[in-house]
């Protein structure tokens, strides 16, 4: 998928001519990335700004961990499907495993609403308690709760105001990006 990625920042100079071409080469790699990271295919209305926040997106500095995260789940919802708990919150196909691994845990029965998950995800899901997989391997246990942490700290970028937003990429150290707010709130995700 960073193949991809590339292959499609190669055609950026290009997309002007491209983009009204919904049949050729360049736009069915977008669109098929799109779907890759956003669980969606470009929209092929005229005027749409998706392919402009695409380009976005994928310049970003972190766009290759997170797709080499994605690539890496186990734990995969079936498209366009949410999961609301008071538990555990909002779950979706960009949920953690480890998130998914705490719902599934205390609720089983939600595995029917995953596309994927690991041959044996029962056993996982029952190893996992309290944030930390039960393992002697203390690399794994540090990197759980590594990761646990950074989503309790995280900030709630859904519910900021474009100024508040382009603060926050700005205290990122990086270049803020043109776009309109759906854009800028999918690049502030990626940081």
């Not at 029965?109 to 002697?136: A, M, R, T, Y």
């Not at 382009?166 to 995700?189: C, D, H, T, W």
């Given at each position: 998928?960073?193949?991809?990625?590339?292959?499609?920042?190669?055609?950026?100079?290009?997309?002007?001519?491209?983009r009204?071409?919904?049949?050729?080469?360049?736009?069915?790699?977008?669109?098929?990335?799109?779907?890759?990271?956003?669980?969606i295919?470009?929209?092929?209305?005229?005027k749409?700004?998706?392919?402009?926040?695409?380009?976005?997106?994928?310049?970003?500095?972190?766009?290759?961990?997170?797709?080499?995260?994605?690539?890496?789940?186990?734990?995969?919802?079936k498209?366009?499907?949410?999961?609301?708990?008071?538990?555990?919150?909002?779950i979706?196909?960009?949920s953690?495993?480890?998130?998914?691994?705490?719902?599934?845990?205390?609720?089983?029965?939600?595995?029917?609403?995953?596309?994927?998950?690991?041959?044996?995800?029962?056993?996982?899901?029952?190893?996992?308690?309290?944030?930390?997989?039960?393992?002697?391997?203390?690399k794994?246990?540090?990197?759980?709760?590594?990761?646990?942490?950074?989503?309790?700290?995280?900030?709630?970028?859904?519910?900021?105001?474009?100024?508040?937003?382009?603060?926050y990429?700005?205290?990122?150290?990086?270049?803020?990006?043109?776009?309109?707010?759906?854009a800028l709130?999918?690049?502030?995700?990626?940081?």
């Amino acid at each position: 998928m960073i193949d991809l990625k590339n292959k499609v920042l190669s055609f950026e100079s290009t997309k002007d001519i491209w983009r009204k071409d919904h049949n050729s080469n360049e736009w069915k790699e977008a669109s098929k990335l799109n779907l890759f990271l956003f669980g969606i295919h470009l929209n092929n209305k005229p005027k749409c700004e998706c392919l402009e926040d695409l380009f976005i997106l994928i310049k970003s500095k972190n766009i290759n961990e997170k797709i080499k995260l994605k690539m890496s789940k186990e734990f995969i919802l079936k498209p366009k499907k949410v999961l609301q708990t008071s538990m555990f919150g909002v779950i979706t196909e960009g949920s953690s495993d480890e998130v998914c691994m705490r719902l599934l845990n205390a609720y089983p029965v939600n595995s029917k609403h995953f596309k994927s998950l690991p041959e044996n995800w029962e056993q996982k899901c029952s190893e996992f308690v309290d944030g930390k997989i039960k393992k002697s391997e203390k690399k794994q246990e540090n990197e759980n709760i590594e990761t646990l942490e950074a989503e309790n700290d995280s900030v709630d970028l859904d519910s900021m105001k474009l100024s508040e937003l382009k603060k926050y990429i700005a205290s990122k150290e990086v270049a803020i990006p043109e776009g309109n707010k759906a854009a800028l709130l999918e690049f502030a995700k990626t940081l």
